[in-house]
């Protein structure tokens, strides 16, 4: 079989400054998510349609953006590093012939296996004697360095370092052997970890989840217009109504006449990443049913319960601590105010390499109310600590603003392991919880007081069955193998003491 990459078109070579990924001094700390992933099919274009719903999902990846639609019995791709309106900012009219499909598919990426280069951005592409074969991928395939060698052993070339193209190839030549049904069950059946994937297969529109369900995909439809989305939200922003989730381990095919199930591939249990809920997902979203704000607010109202304090008043970490913080006063009864001032439109690509450089980007990045911190015992409410450095400053500006105490609530447990499904924490190093107890990072970054909402307090939270999420970063044990030579002897510790 020869199957022949043609990832660029006549727009698609279109070259970018390599786009650095947000070295954000407030958010660019925390942990990021993989990729968000659309596909439309309908009446209307799909590009003006692709377009709107990447950017409303731009939140899950800002190092590249694609879309690939079906035009005159081909696939045309375009793609490029940068924001979704960096990469489409020279307004693509309806009329542009060149990605003028009533089928396609987009994608925005940040890189969590491979590199942060133009060849790894997707929409991925390649043609066959199928025709032509397009994918955009949210999450990491596990196996995916194994499944690579085999493949290249057997005389199939790669282009890229990227996983996508291991996935993409794997059901390239299991659907062309196999037929679609079959091949798509064998490729499910060898791909291990996360994914959440939309597919072209020539002017066909699929959508495909792992079995453990681990990233989210969503359809929708507004009239005979059908839309598979990562989030809710960029349902809510074209006017569709939500049909259903796709379910873990569901493989659909959209239609003319709307989602028809291929086949539902069963597993003893789902694992929906619960950082989803705490903080990648938008908070107007529902994932699997489960509204993403309701869950933060309960998590608030979980600290307050779990970690009382007496304060006059709750201050969010903006943005990313807002609803926890407000879901905290609920409880607790202590106002709510906004005391941290976020600049949206300083420079988002600090270069931080030093600890001061860091501090100094903070500095012009985050501003004080004074008259709602002096002389106040504050409650600094958090999403999430990754590494401490941001927060370490954080508690220092608030004290030089006249804060008489603070006292920080984290509203999700402390982060101790690594994610191999999708989400840039690789190195254990990278955490500050890792080997610390709780009065070694309170030291650390300077707080009066800490404390972390418990696990059970975050499952009742997000209001599912301990059993049915992720939680593999909070405890080592995880929902399905992880790469064996990625591990580091305290994972392989981690989880033999689990098991
Ligand atoms: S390990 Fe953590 S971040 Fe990764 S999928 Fe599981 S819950 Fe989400």
Redesign the pocket.
């Known amino acids: 079989m020869v199957i022949t990459h043609t990832t660029s078109g006549k727009r698609g070579a279109l070259t970018v400054d390599s786009h650095q990924q947000e070295s954000d001094p407030i958010d660019g700390l925390k ?1 990021s998510d993989h990729c968000a992933v659309v596909g439309y099919r309908g009446g209307d274009q799909a590009y003006p349609v692709l377009l709107v719903s990447l950017k409303t999902l731009q939140h899950r990846g800002q190092e590249s953006a694609g879309i690939a639609t079906f035009v005159n019995s081909t696939i045309n791709v375009r793609k490029g590093m940068g924001l979704v309106s960096e990469v489409f900012n020279d307004k693509l009219s309806d009329s542009d012939s060149y990605l003028s499909g009533n089928v396609g598919i987009g994608h925005t990426r940040y890189s969590t296996a491979g590199t942060k280069t133009m060849e790894n951005a997707g929409p991925f592409l390649v043609s066959n004697s199928l025709g032509h074969i397009a994918v955009s991928h949210n999450g990491e395939i596990t196996n995916a360095d194994a499944l690579r060698e085999e493949m290249m052993r057997m005389g199939l070339t790669f282009l890229t370092s990227s996983d996508t193209e291991v996935l993409l190839m794997e059901l390239a030549r299991d659907i062309t052997t196999y037929g679609i049904q079959n091949g798509i069950k064998i490729a499910m059946d060898r791909l291990k970890g ?1 994914y959440a994937v939309t597919m072209m297969i020539n002017d066909r529109l699929f959508a495909i989840r792992d079995p453990l369900g ?1 990233r989210p995909l969503v359809m929708g439809n507004f009239g005979d217009n059908f839309i598979v989305a990562s989030e809710t939200c960029a349902l809510d922003i074209l006017g569709a109504t939500k049909i259903r989730d796709v379910k873990p381990g569901e493989a659909v095919e959209i239609t003319e006449r709307g989602p028809e199930t291929i086949f539902v591939r069963p597993a003893p249990r789902t ?1 929906h ?4 809920y705490v903080y990648f997902a938008r908070p107007d979203s529902v994932i699997d049913n489960v509204e993403v704000f309701g869950s933060r607010i309960n998590l608030g109202k979980e600290l307050a319960r779990e970690h009382p304090v007496e304060a006059d008043v709750v201050i969010p970490v903006p943005d990313s601590g807002r609803a926890q913080a407000l879901g905290f006063s609920m409880e607790s009864h202590i106002p709510y105010s906004e005391g941290l001032i976020k600049n949206r439109f300083s420079d988002r690509t600090f270069i931080m390499p030093t600890q001061d450089a860091r501090k100094k980007a903070i500095v012009l990045k985050l501003n004080t109310i004074k008259s709602e911190l002096q002389g106040k015992r504050v409650v600094l409410v958090d999403d999430s600590i990754v590494r401490g450095n941001t927060m370490k400053h954080i508690v220092a500006l608030l004290r030089n603003a006249g804060a008489v105490e603070v006292h920080v609530r984290i509203g999700s447990p402390p982060i101790v ?1 690594p ?5 840039d ?1 690789k190195t254990r190093d990278q955490f500050l919880a890792s080997g610390k107890d709780m009065e070694e990072i309170r030291k650390e970054i300077g707080s009066d007081s800490l404390g972390y909402v418990s696990i059970q307090g975050l499952v009742r939270s997000i209001e599912k069955n301990e059993n049915s ?6 405890t080592g044990n ?1 929902p399905a193998p992880t790469p064996e030579k990625a591990k580091t002897p305290r994972q392989k510790e981690l989880e033999s003491f689990s098991s």
Do not use: Q, R, S, W
């Open positions: 942990p996360a681990i694992a990443c619960m950082f989803e392991a994610c191999y499904f999708g989400v924490m999420l992720c939680l593999g970063c909070l995880y």
